[in-house]
T-cell receptor, first 111, second 114 residues
Framework: AQTVTQSQPEMSVQEAETVTLSCTYD???????LFWYKQPPSRQMILVIR??????QNATENRFSVNFQKAAKSFSLKISDSQLGDTAMYFC????????FGTGTSLTVIP | EAGVAQSPRYKIIEKRQSVAFWCNPI?????LYWYQQILGQGPKLLIQ????????DSQLPKDRFSAERLKGVDSTLKIQPAKLEDSAVYLC????????????FGPGTRLTVL
């Protein structure tokens, strides 16, 4: 069975600093996709970044980047130059045939 | 481009009552998903449609939950009768194609069962 684990229920970071959110997953498959979604207090889930498992290069989107370690089944999200608007729940998600979400990390950016 | 629309945004009912949620996906998106998100947890997939056909409903409690997408566009999710443990946010999402495609989420419907 596929599972997604986010071991950090809550994190905080000072504005303009860098923070890394961790995610591990379990699968026996070789081809799959990983996502980080952001859910602000308004509760609309927004895609942050996605990574195809067959790609060795880590995905980046402006201030957001991932560290994808396929052998270790690890998919962490790095947020650089944190902004107040980054305060939200962050969910790691895995898809092979179905989407599986982790339990989320609540990130607070402190002014 | 309009996003995924859901209504109502909030609903409060008593246990054993019925409730229905509506979702309008992004135009042209063939795949539609319903998720249940209990407070403090990640979303759990309830059902997935490809056009008007069900792809996966393995986690849908079929004794009380039902969903349809008759014309392959809008979808409704119904709970009858509701239980206290059904209190959650119900999220609708859509994607252009089935499989590992980006899902776009609606604002959700927050259901409280008293």
């Amino acid at each position: 069975a596929q599972t997604v684990t986010q071991s950090q229920p809550e994190m905080s970071v000072q504005e303009a600093e860098t923070v890394t959110l961790s995610c591990t997953y379990d699968t026996s498959e070789n081809n799959y996709y990983l996502f980080w979604y952001k859910q602000p207090p308004s509760r609309q889930m927004i895609l942050v970044i996605r990574q195809e498992a067959y790609k060795q290069q880590n995905a980046t989107e402006n201030r957001f980047s991932v560290n994808f370690q396929k052998a270790a089944k690890s998919f962490s999200l790095k947020i650089s130059d944190s902004q107040l608007g980054d305060t939200a729940m962050y969910f790691c998600a895995f898809i092979q045939s179905q989407f599986y979400f982790g339990t989320g990390t609540s990130l607070t950016v402190i002014p | 481009e309009a996003g995924v629309a859901q209504s109502p945004r909030y609903k409060i009912i008593e246990k054993r009552q019925s409730v229905a949620f509506w979702c309008n996906p992004i135009s042209g998106h063939a795949t539609l998903y319903w998720y249940q998100q209990i407070l403090g947890q990640g979303p759990k997939l309830l059902i997935q449609f490809q056009n008007n056909g069900v792809v996966d409903d393995s986690q849908l409690p079929k004794d009380r939950f039902s969903a349809e997408r008759l014309k392959g566009v809008d979808s409704t999710l119904k709970i009858q009768p509701a239980k206290l443990e059904d209190s959650a946010v119900y999220l609708c999402a859509s994607s252009l194609v089935q499989g590992p495609d980006t899902q776009y989420f609606g604002p959700g419907t927050r259901l409280t069962v008293l």
